[in-house]
């Protein structure tokens, strides 16, 4: 079984990701973890040096390198769902769960750690930022939405998630 936690940068899917596979004794990847480690380099100087569409590229290899793992949480990285539309096939290789979180409380929350991303450590201005963030969540979003289970972070407790999470594998 194959769980992909997949959400918008923040969310806190390798957070959560890490504490169900600790529970459930499961596996987890971070893939961008997983491309820092296997590339040694950072994901930051991959897009820097690289560019994104490399990065893509990478991503795409990672789904395929992953697809012999069992017993595995994976959180994917926010732009992974979207590209190539992995999306589709995760939905057929494991469950999909998109971890939801407001976009206004997100926004906040990056601007104070944007220095650590690289496809939003350029920006100056709040205003500047947080107008691209929003629209890059509506470009993500439409691939979000085609998850197998939707969590609104906003409106469930940790607690309540891992319960739903342990519903749906019927984990007792």
Excluded: H
């Excluded at 769980?3 to 959560?16: A, D, N, P, R």
């Excluded at 994917?76 to 979180?101: C, R, V, W």
């Excluded at 939405?145 to 906003?154: G, H, R, S, T, V």
């Amino acid at each position: 079984m194959k769980i992909y936690l997949i959400g918008y940068t923040g969310c806190g899917k390798s957070t959560l990701g890490k504490r169900i596979s600790r529970k459930i004794n499961f596996n987890f990847v971070d893939t961008d973890d997983y491309i820092e480690s296997k590339f040694n380099d950072t994901i930051y100087n991959i897009f820097r040096n690289k560019g994104e569409f490399f990065f893509r590229n990478l991503e795409f290899i990672t789904f395929k390198e992953l697809q012999s793992k069992n017993k595995i949480i994976i959180s994917t990285g926010a732009g992974f769902p979207f590209n190539s539309n992995l999306i589709d096939k995760m939905n057929n290789s494991g469950i999909t769960i998109f971890l939801k979180k407001n976009i206004e409380v997100l926004s906040e929350c990056l601007w104070q750690f944007r220095k650590k991303r690289p496809r939003i450590s350029s920006y100056k201005s709040f205003n500047s930022f947080d107008k691209f963030i929003k629209q890059d969540y509506k470009l993500r979003e439409s691939a979000y939405m085609k998850a197998d289970y939707i969590f609104n972070l906003d409106k469930m407790s940790n607690k309540t998630i891992l319960e739903n999470i342990f519903k749906i594998i019927n984990y007792d």
